[in-house]
């Protein structure tokens, strides 16, 4: 009897012991789990779960309601500027959701466009596809062909198929702002969201329709919605509002801990959102872009772009892309796969810290459309204490076209110059009047309510002389300049100086109104270079929009209110490069300049010297203004050529603009972010991109002799000959007049030689 419950008590103990190793394994395997955190084994096809491309849902999702544990406390990243403090840089285990990654999207056999391939129209349909590339200024047949859920390559490097990404993120909505979309790419961008996309991270999808007039946006769109598999909701402004005011709108809505703002041309490939999340979780207080691949707006094709380019900014404050610099890849230790500190961001595409982004001002809402308010927030990110990176292992595709289908009042140059204007005079400091200096406007406005329009449908052919034929007193030149000056001082007003520095342009007011805002905010002294410069574009190849007013004036007036809070002097600069953008309504910047000063934001000075001491604004030189000839007294000017044209030159104008040159103490000459460059004793000397490594580009302007030698080939500039008088040459040293140059011009803009110390 004893030895028959002395076997039911050994069995009840070994099964008991069995039931607890059992449950320790349990517990183990699903700590350890390979797909939880994304550090599933890629590699392994049978460890995804996969995604049919030909449907258009995904029921591929499950609720993934997980326990939260606490997170690993990664250190957080080390962050310039002091800041006020504000939010915690790290997350609570509860705000934190656990993850799986998303299923692949699987090809749809023979669909087209699949795997992100081009998709080719028949020549029966030539005609069709170039009626309907109108309605959007991309191939909306070939859109139209494609999946919704299109399959796509895995483009990320190597290196990212591998990364191990925390376990714990926060969730994310999308914001994404549409105007007359085309329903094909709308969709799709919602789509690829969801479908590469954690569902435990993805809280909603929100959509800001801003007064389109396509009938299937309105109820169609919102019944379409409603059947998706996340929260997707349609928010609608009353009237045309533009991307600032469009995206506060969505922003205002939003749930998720972090914001994550996408255009409405996309494309999200596999593992786009965790790269920017994980940065996110280490510390809120970064902002991430993923790397923009671009998807052909003739084809619709899915084009990598490289990984080793970020976003910079020129004398216009007109964004640019530039290789990485040495000094970044060295501090990523050569590991292309490590987030990448960029001085700028293109702005369109980008996730933040809800909190972190209204802790930091939003939007400036005085900008108007879009238009310098990428620049405005990356000066503010890096000049208060944050960080901004791109993360090489999120990829997402966009459209990029060639013209723009839309329209915006008063015209998108004038609502970005004032919008840069801003940014002059809260940003920039001194260089606001270097801006505005180097900005000039545009020629002459419809001042009397008139139109002037080119009829397509109306052809007259004209035969084109290569001299006249003709002569006059005094010479044709100048009775021409004669007659364009009783214009400039009729009608151009305040703009009637630019017209006396070189031929105007049609400058986008709407860019020049935002980048002014950037300049007067963010660029101190520095702002007033930006003012000197005329504004160019951003991303695309042409706007997709058009406002009351004009580009122009939009964008002057932006980049006014950004010179004016963040430039500091170089707002000055900013002016005298772009006296356009002074004539822009740049509005109250008083709450911008508050905000700078109660987040203690550190100087434009401080933000070149230590964000982006690569950057092409003049900081370290031994002269600034222009560089005229001692026997033609003529200057050298860029004509308004691009890279790799050569240089020219013409009478001195004193205005600025095409003949303001820097001389730096990297043997640099150059305007704006060209170089002199030459590549043989003879030349021709031509302007070339910037690259700061001597080589064809270094030279050396002797004060006594007044020579400008070649370093490589040891030849003087020289003046042009009788062949082309306007053609600077580059010949053997005879230290005559026409091989001599004055460097003494007063510019209406100088830095300040002082470096400011670390706060």
């Known amino acids: 009897?004893?030895?028959?419950?002395?076997?039911?008590?050994?069995?009840?103990?070994?099964?008991?012991?069995?039931?607890?190793?059992?449950?320790?394994?349990?517990?183990?395997?699903?700590?350890?789990?390979?797909?939880?955190?994304?550090?599933?084994?890629?590699?392994?096809?049978?460890?995804?779960?996969?995604?049919?491309?030909?449907?258009?849902?995904?029921?591929?999702?499950?609720?993934?309601?997980?326990?939260?544990?606490?997170?690993?406390?990664?250190?957080?990243?080390?962050?310039?500027?002091?800041?006020t403090g504000g939010i915690s840089i790290t997350y609570r285990s509860h705000e934190l959701k656990k993850w799986r990654i998303a299923p692949v999207v699987l090809p749809a056999g023979e669909l087209p466009g699949e795997r992100g391939r081009a998709v080719n129209i028949p020549p029966e349909q030539d005609e069709l596809m170039k009626e309907k590339f109108k309605l959007n200024q991309f191939n909306l047949l070939a859109s139209d062909k494609i999946s919704l859920n299109r399959s796509l390559r895995d483009v990320r490097l190597d290196g990212c198929k591998s990364k191990v990404y925390p376990r714990l993120l926060p969730t994310t909505s999308i914001v994404i702002v549409f105007h007359n979309e085309a329903w094909s790419t709308l969709l799709r961008t919602v789509w690829s969201v969801i479908n590469r996309s954690p569902k435990a991270l993805l809280q909603e999808i929100i959509l800001v329709d801003d007064?389109?007039?396509?009938?299937?946006?309105?109820?169609?769109?919102?019944?379409?919605?409603?059947?998706?598999?996340?929260?997707?909701?349609?928010?609608?402004?009353?009237?045309?509002?533009?991307?600032?005011?469009?995206?506060?709108l969505g922003a205002e809505k939003v749930t998720g801990q972090v914001i994550t703002f996408l255009d409405a041309h996309c494309e999200c490939t596999e593992g786009w959102?965790?790269?920017?999340?994980?940065?996110?979780?280490?510390?809120?207080?970064?902002?991430?872009?993923?790397?923009?691949?671009?998807?052909?707006?003739?084809?619709?094709?899915?084009?990598?772009?490289?990984?080793?380019?970020?976003?910079?900014?020129?004398?216009?404050?007109?964004?640019?892309?530039?290789?990485?610099s040495e000094r970044e890849m060295n501090r990523r230790k050569g590991d292309r796969t490590a987030p990448l500190r960029t001085p700028t961001m293109a702005g369109g595409l980008f996730s933040i810290d809800k909190d972190y982004f209204y802790e930091i001002g939003s939007y400036d809402e005085g900008m108007d459309i879009w238009g310098?308010?990428?620049?405005?927030?990356?000066?503010?990110?890096?000049?208060?204490?944050?960080?901004?990176?791109?993360s090489p292992c999120s990829r997402v595709?966009?459209?990029?076209?060639?013209?723009?289908?839309?329209?915006?009042?008063?015209?998108?140059?004038?609502?970005?110059?004032?919008?840069?204007?801003?940014?002059?005079?809260?940003?920039?400091?001194?260089?606001?009047?270097?801006?505005?200096?180097?900005?000039?406007?545009?020629?002459?406005?419809?001042?009397?309510?008139?139109?002037?329009?080119?009829?397509?449908?109306?052809?007259?052919?004209?035969?084109?002389?290569?001299?006249?034929?003709?002569?006059?007193?005094?010479?044709?030149?100048?009775?021409?300049?004669?007659?364009?000056?009783?214009?400039?001082?009729?009608?151009?007003?305040?703009?009637?100086?630019?017209?006396?520095?070189?031929?105007?342009?049609?400058?986008?007011?709407?860019?020049?109104?935002?980048?002014?805002?950037?300049?007067?905010?963010?660029?101190?002294?520095?702002?007033?270079?930006?003012y000197i410069m005329s504004p160019g574009h951003v991303f695309r190849k042409s706007t997709p929009y058009s406002f009351p007013g004009g580009t122009s004036r939009i964008v002057n007036h932006n980049n006014a209110r950004l010179a004016e809070v963040w430039l500091d002097q170089w707002k000055d600069f900013y002016y005298n490069i772009n006296p356009g953008a002074r004539n822009v309504a740049v509005g109250d910047v008083s709450k911008r300049k508050e905000l700078r000063e109660k987040l203690q934001c550190k100087s434009f000075r401080w933000y070149l010297e230590n964000v982006y001491p690569e950057s092409q604004m003049p900081?370290?030189?031994?002269?600034?203004?222009?560089?005229?000839?001692?026997?033609?007294?003529?200057?050298?000017?860029?004509?308004?050529?691009?890279?790799?044209?050569?240089?020219?030159?013409?009478?001195?104008?004193?205005?600025?603009?095409?003949?303001?040159?820097?001389?730096?103490?990297?043997?640099?000459?150059?305007?704006?972010?060209?170089?002199?460059?030459?590549?043989?004793?003879?030349?021709?000397?031509?302007?070339?991109?910037?690259?700061?490594?001597?080589?064809?580009?270094a030279w050396v302007y002797d004060e006594v002799d007044k020579t400008i030698k070649h370093v490589n080939t040891g030849s003087c500039l020289q003046k042009p000959?009788?062949?082309?008088?306007?053609?600077?040459?580059?010949?053997?040293?005879?230290?005559?007049?026409?091989?001599?140059?004055?460097?003494?011009?007063?510019?209406?803009?100088?830095?300040?030689?002082?470096?400011?110390?670390?706060r």
């Open 1 to 83: 009897m004893l030895n028959g419950k002395l076997k039911i008590h050994t069995c009840r103990v070994i099964l008991l012991t069995s039931l607890v190793w059992f449950l320790v394994d349990v517990v183990i395997l699903s700590f350890y789990s390979e797909c939880l955190g994304g550090s599933c084994n890629q590699k392994n096809p049978e460890a995804l779960a996969q995604i049919d491309g030909s449907k258009d849902y995904d029921n591929a999702f499950d609720d993934n309601k997980i326990d939260e544990i606490q997170p690993q406390r990664n250190s957080p990243s080390n962050s310039h500027g002091s800041g």
């Open 273 to 324: 959102l965790e790269p920017l999340l994980a940065r996110i979780v280490q510390n809120r207080k970064t902002v991430v872009c993923p790397i923009i691949d671009v998807i052909s707006d003739e084809s619709f094709e899915y084009i990598t772009a490289s990984d080793m380019t970020w976003g910079g900014f020129n004398w216009k404050l007109n964004f640019r892309w530039y290789r990485v």
């Open 397 to 530: 595709g966009h459209v990029f076209r060639g013209q723009t289908p839309y329209t915006f009042p008063g015209g998108v140059t004038q609502i970005i110059l004032k919008n840069l204007a801003r940014v002059a005079d809260v940003w920039l400091d001194e260089w606001r009047e270097f801006y505005y200096v180097m900005n000039p406007g545009l020629a002459i406005v419809w001042q009397c309510g008139g139109i002037l329009e080119i009829n397509a449908c109306s052809h007259v052919g004209h035969v084109f002389r290569d001299k006249s034929p003709y002569t006059f007193p005094g010479g044709v030149s100048k009775i021409v300049l004669h007659n364009a000056a009783r214009v400039a001082e009729v009608w151009m007003d305040h703009w009637k100086d630019f017209y006396y520095s070189m031929v105007p342009g049609g400058v986008s007011k709407i860019v020049l109104h935002n980048a002014a805002r950037v300049a007067e905010v963010w660029m101190d002294n520095w702002k007033e270079f930006y």
């Open 721 to 758: 000959d009788s062949k082309d008088v306007n053609l600077p040459l580059l010949r053997p040293c005879n230290y005559g007049e026409g091989q001599q140059w004055i460097m003494e011009s007063d510019f209406k803009w100088q830095a300040n030689n002082h470096h400011e110390e670390e």
């Open 211 to 248: 007064a389109s007039e396509r009938d299937y946006l309105g109820k169609k769109l919102e019944d379409y919605v409603k059947t998706l598999p996340v929260p997707v909701y349609v928010l609608r402004t009353n009237k045309r509002s533009g991307l600032i005011r469009a995206r506060l």
């Open 372 to 390: 310098g308010e990428n620049l405005e927030m990356s000066f503010r990110v890096w000049q208060c204490g944050g960080i901004l990176e791109i």
């Open 619 to 697: 900081l370290d030189y031994y002269y600034l203004g222009d560089i005229r000839n001692m026997e033609t007294k003529n200057c050298l000017d860029t004509m308004g050529r691009k890279s790799s044209e050569n240089l020219g030159m013409t009478y001195c104008h004193n205005m600025g603009g095409n003949q303001v040159f820097a001389y730096t103490k990297r043997q640099q000459i150059m305007n704006d972010d060209n170089c002199l460059d030459a590549n043989g004793k003879q030349g021709p000397v031509k302007l070339v991109r910037c690259h700061g490594m001597g080589g064809n580009q």
